[in-house]
């Protein structure tokens, strides 16, 4: 009986991840599931980046924009999804390719989710209320203070993974991070993880320029579409809590974006961070070709068969 194979693509924002998946899935003439947390969301498109119509043309791709920003979603839901979902990926081919920047929403595929100890709704509440009145900085200060571990690698512009950090932290009184990096759910395939990098400066660049092109084809339009509901959590990220800014007046549209740019730097930054941690890694510039990315899994895959 054959190996079932996850082609887990990771790397920074604006790298060109799914460009390479693509190609992968042709080569291997399988299915994508999508690990961006960011493209579940049908009402988001191009502040999340999600593949045109043409790369979803030419690959089937899973977990892309099928909930509303209103909808009830996380991590542990889309583990459940995922995972039935490669299974009937597996009955018919032997490789599935997953693509994605979020790291937790990786992690959760190729080993399963870390038991964290039940929180009390008030302390979540009490947690929303802070964030409501005072915003996102005193909670991030306090999550420094208790888990400073996991401030370095978390995003901590993403309010729902800060309060969700303290939340855990003041119940067990206990860092977040200790609860990581527990023993490994058994999957019913082998990951083989191709990571795709450049030098900082390189990084950087494409992410101003893909910046740059969002407004060009119509971010301001699409965030102007979205203000009424920008209370929502989906809606509290990179390319749109900068112009609802500007929309509220705040800051001048020329702020917003650079604002815009730096955020989304420092996201990058953040998810370097997470996956240089990982030794299963195996990082590739992101200018090697499709074609030798392809001999080097089919060289892995010869080995385990072996």
């Known amino acids: 009986m054959k190996n079932n194979y996850l082609l887990n693509v990771i790397g920074p924002t604006a790298i060109g991840k799914t460009s390479l998946a693509i190609k992968l899935a042709k080569k291997f003439n399988t299915e994508i ?28 791709h899973h977990f892309i924009q099928h909930i509303s920003i209103e909808d009830s979603y996380n991590v542990g839901d889309f583990e459940t999804e995922a995972i039935q979902k490669l299974e009937e990926l597996f009955q018919n081919n032997n490789f599935a390719i997953m693509v994605g920047g979020s790291g937790l929403y990786t992690k959760s595929i190729l080993h399963g989710l870390d038991y964290f100890p039940e929180v009390p709704s008030e302390t979540r509440q009490d947690l929303n209320k802070k964030f409501e009145k005072e915003g996102i900085a005193p909670l991030q200060e306090q999550l420094k203070k208790l888990d400073p571990e996991y401030y370095k690698i978390a995003d901590v512009e993403n309010p729902q993974r800060v309060i969700r950090a303290l939340e855990v932290a003041i119940v067990s009184e206990k860092p977040y991070s200790s609860y990581l990096n527990q023993p490994k759910k058994q999957r019913n395939f082998i990951p083989v993880n191709i990571g795709l990098d450049a030098d900082r400066e390189i990084i950087y660049e494409r992410i101003n320029r893909r910046v740059d092109l969002m407004m060009k ?15 929502l959590n989906a809606l509290n990220t990179v390319g749109y809590k ?51 990315i392809q001999q080097f899994i089919e060289t892995k895959i010869k080995d385990y068969e072996d």
């Open 33 to 60: 599931i999508s690990a961006d947390s960011r493209q579940f969301y049908k009402e988001m498109s191009i502040g999340t980046a999600v593949p045109s119509a043409e790369e979803l043309q030419v690959a089937k």
């Open 217 to 231: 084809e119509g971010l301001l339009e699409e965030a102007e579409n979205l203000f009424s509901k920008r209370q």
């Open 242 to 292: 900068e112009l609802f800014r500007f929309l509220e007046g705040k800051d001048s549209l020329e702020t917003a974006v650079s604002e815009i740019k730096k955020n989304t730097r420092r996201f990058a930054k953040r998810q370097l961070t997470w996956f240089r941690k990982d030794t299963d890694i195996h990082w590739f510039n992101f200018k090697t070709t499709g074609k030798e």
